[in-house]
């Protein structure tokens, strides 16, 4: 299961109070498009993903052309 951590600027908290007391559907929609998709970290670019590259792991035979 992946698990993402968003933190929340006031701006962003206040913004989700409004779209919570006034149940507004579309503006709740906008808000996870603008405020909250926007920082959810694409695969590879998050610093604890393991797909980036480790400069502590020795390089494989294949990563330097097989020499």
Request: hydrophobic content about 45%.
């Amino acid at each position: 299961m992946n698990k993402v951590v968003i933190t929340l600027d006031e701006s962003d908290l206040i913004e989700l109070q409004i779209v919570l007391l006034d149940a507004d559907e579309a503006a709740a929609l906008a808000f996870l498009k603008t405020r909250i998709a926007a920082k959810i970290p694409t695969k590879g670019t998050a610093p604890c993903d393991s797909s980036r590259l480790n400069p502590y792991l020795p390089k494989s035979d294949l990563a330097d052309g097989g020499a």
